[in-house]
């Protein structure tokens, strides 16, 4: 059989598939052909030396803002994803109703990475830093689920941002509509959680096995932790029902002190996730990879943490399969890393600083098995500082 890509020699890390070792992948019509110890370099019309790499799955990140020029929040995806390994992006709420069709619209003419979407709420999006929810005659359940049944290829999640910056005075009324179109459509929701109120036991005893809490580290007043520093017990309850943590770094939305209170208690992220936008891409976020080093020094294992940035996310979106993984039959996204030991610096959303040993160093992003080219990235919008 001849293949028409093979990367050879690397270390290959695939949690979904069990795979861990040296291994080459080979690749044919866009797919994964083949993972096998030896497979000869006369097989394949190309091959990339993968020798001293890791070897990854496409990363998926759960949670990013990709429709700049329309949102407040949105950057341009493949500047980034050419660099970090990121393959698969889904953008958490930016287009709500209203603006779906001209997002898609828009990611077809400008972007090459795979995309899909959780679809806002409200009917307007993220148009605004936080008025989405300045009316309920915005949060309409019907037009909600319509837009996204019309849409079904794309449209993986609902999306609800509670707090006192965003859903105010109305309380726990946008996460019951939320809940609402996500129940009708058989979807997960993701919640982004910040300051109280509401508080964060009354969010999380509503959530379902499935669900999301996103920002789910944050040291703002939703918190996970009480006053002690244990786990809350609504949380604990929570997380027993199959509620999902998503890491959600963001400018705002993980805290060092918080994360390690929870991960001593063996509370750790089961998604690593970005929310990549305007006023993270340049610090404290950047990037996946670098949330998953942060991961890393809260102790998480390397496949544990490859896991919660490939199978767990695709699993979400239940695309489990097709990616987020090199079995045979998959689509071909993978990633390679140079792995760097040392002693890094990581600051959270609050300019506090931690030191990793660990780096991970894109260094070749395949999208069905053809690099993505490098692209300068977006300048910030003039409202950003």
Known sequence: MRFELLIKGGEVLDPGAGLSGRFDVAIDGGRVAAVEAD??????????????????????????????????????????????????????????????????????????????????????????????????????????????????????????????????????????????????????????????????????????????????????????????????????????????????????GFSFEVAEALASQGVLPHVISTDLHQASLWGPVYDLPTCMEKALALGMSLPDVVRAATETPARVLRLDGQIGTLRPGARADVALFQVETGAFPLVDARRVERTGTTRLRCTLTLLEGRPLPPELPNQPAPWIR
């Open 39 to 252: 497979i000869p370099a006369e097989a394949a019309g190309r091959t990339i030396d993968a020798a001293g790499r890791l070897v990854t799955p496409g990363l998926v990140d759960l949670h990013t803002h990709i429709y700049p020029g329309v949102t407040y929040w949105g950057i341009r995806p493949d500047p980034v994803a050419a660099i970090s390994g990121v393959t698969t992006w889904v953008d958490a709420g930016s287009a709500g109703a209203y603006n779906l069709p001209g997002f898609r619209e828009y990611l077809d003419r400008t972007s090459r990475v795979r995309a899909y979407g959780f679809l806002n709420i409200s009917s307007i999006g993220l148009v605004a830093p936080a008025l989405e929810l300045s009316s309920m005659a915005f949060c309409d359940v019907d037009l909600c689920v319509q837009l996204a049944r019309l849409n079904a290829d794309f449209v993986r999640g609902v999306k609800v941002r509670m707090g006192a910056g965003t859903s105010g005075d109305y309380l726990l009324e946008p996460l019951h509509r939320a809940l609402a179109a996500a129940q009708a459509l058989d979807l997960p929701l993701m919640v982004h959680i910040g300051a109280a109120p509401p508080e964060i036991d009354e969010i999380v005893a509503l959530l379902r096995p499935g669900d999301l809490l996103t920002h789910s580290f944050t040291g703002n007043t939703m918190r996970l932790t009480g006053q002690d520093g244990r786990t809350r017990e609504a949380v604990r309850q929570a997380l027993d029902r199959g509620v999902l943590l998503d890491m959600g770094h963001g400018g705002g």
